[in-house]
């Protein structure tokens, strides 16, 4: 892996990661096809045509649902779902400590039911990368706790305590499967997590610890998960200053388009969230003149597209009106659509933001961009 920073306009930074599986331009929204798949009908053909840089699939789902081993047989998941640029996974730590009442908590690890058919799962540290492995990502997420983001600062302590040592056991193991001859992805990397909740104290001594590590690249976990925007962004102004600038950072499961606007002003590179396919497969479509919810009345017989000037495969071709018609009607076609639309819009926005760092404007165009985004039509 290499990255290099292109350019800086304050906190925020324009870079390329070289992979294994190509380039990365940063900063860069990844598009969340949890299952290998898009939600909505969006194949791998679809995400190259929106612009697509890198798709992000989670390691717990594909664990108990078809399953990591069956995936290496296949040739891994680049091969089994027919996409070529990088893929980043999930650990499974979110899903699992999402099962709260469904899981127990040990050093060595998590055990819990699968929320399919009830079986007992154990994963750890080990578990995780095998799983990853499995699937030959091009990169893999440490398993790490989870805390809710409120949580006493007497739970949260020892929680990022414990996923330290759990980022110690992850690389090991990864370490030690890349140098394995029937591995599926021997380049695989491995970004570390920083936790601690809504303590900056916590936060900045969890991001110093980790950075010693040296690793690929590090993610901050554990925000939009409960906090107001204004705890987030304080948060990340605390946190980023004390993770390395020469490697990327990944904000995790973040956002709308103001939260990466701002998380972009903070020096974060790697984004990802499922608002646009949720939010696109129940009307909900992202314009740059805010938010508009085709299934008002007023879109019925509004042959315009979602957006004019929009160049996605929506836009250049369907109506509103049509849209709206076939949402309501619960034709797929509706919902495959308005997936696209937005995908191609965060995918759009990402080039936008690219664009002003290059140009040296950034504050400008953010605090412009933020103000049509506030409208609704």
């Not at 290499?2 to 190509?22: P, S």
């Not at 996409?83 to 699992?96: A, E, H, N, Y």
């Not at 193991?173 to 394995?180: A, D, Q, V, Y």
């Not at 962004?233 to 004390?242: G, K, Q, R």
Request: glycine letters at 8%.
């Amino acid at each position: 892996m290499k990255y290099t920073v292109l350019k800086r306009d304050g906190l925020a930074k324009r870079a390329e990661m070289e992979t294994v599986h190509g380039v990365i331009q940063t900063p860069v929204f990844m598009n969340v096809g949890t299952v290998g798949a898009i939600k909505g009908a969006v194949s791998t053909a679809d995400l190259e045509e929106i612009g697509t840089q890198v798709e992000l699939s989670n390691t717990y789902h594909l664990h108990v649902r078809t399953g990591d081993k069956l995936i290496k047989e296949m040739g891994g998941l680049h091969k089994f779902m027919s996409w070529k640029r990088p893929i980043l996974t999930d650990s499974g730590g979110f899903q699992v400590f999402s099962l709260a009442g469904l899981r127990k908590i040990k050093e060595e690890g998590v055990t819990f039911n699968s929320h399919i058919d009830g079986r007992k799962i154990f994963m750890g540290p080990e578990e995780s990368i095998q799983i990853q492995s499995n699937l030959g990502s091009t990169i893999a997420m440490a398993f790490d706790e989870c805390p809710p983001a409120l949580a006493e600062r007497e739970y949260v302590r020892p929680s990022v305590e414990r996923t330290t040592r759990w980022l110690e056991r992850c690389i090991k193991k990864i370490n030690e499967l890349n140098l394995k001859d029937d591995t599926v992805n021997k380049e695989q990397l491995l970004f570390g997590i920083n936790q601690g909740a809504v303590y900056a104290d916590i936060r900045i001594e969890h991001a110093k610890r980790i950075s010693e590590f040296d690793l690929p690249g590090y993610a901050i976990g554990g925000l939009a998960v409960g906090e107001t925007h204004e705890q987030m962004y304080y948060i990340l102004d605390e946190t980023v200053p004390y993770l390395p600038a020469d490697k990327p950072v990944y904000l995790m499961g973040v956002g709308t388009p103001a939260n990466i606007l701002e998380a972009v002003d903070r020096g974060v590179d790697f984004f990802d969230c499922v608002y646009p396919t949720r939010n696109g497969r129940h009307a909900h479509m992202y314009t740059n003149n805010g938010k508009l919810n085709l299934m008002n009345a007023k879109y019925e017989k509004d042959d315009r597209p979602i957006e004019e000037g929009c160049n996605c495969p929506a836009c250049r071709r369907y109506s509103r009106a049509y849209i709206r018609h076939l949402l309501k009607a619960k034709e797929m076609l509706g919902m495959r659509l308005g997936v696209l639309h937005n995908l191609y819009f965060y995918n759009h926005l990402m080039e936008e933001i690219r664009a002003a760092i290059d140009a040296g404007n950034y504050k400008e165009f953010k605090r412009k961009k933020l103000d049509l985004l506030a409208g609704t039509e």
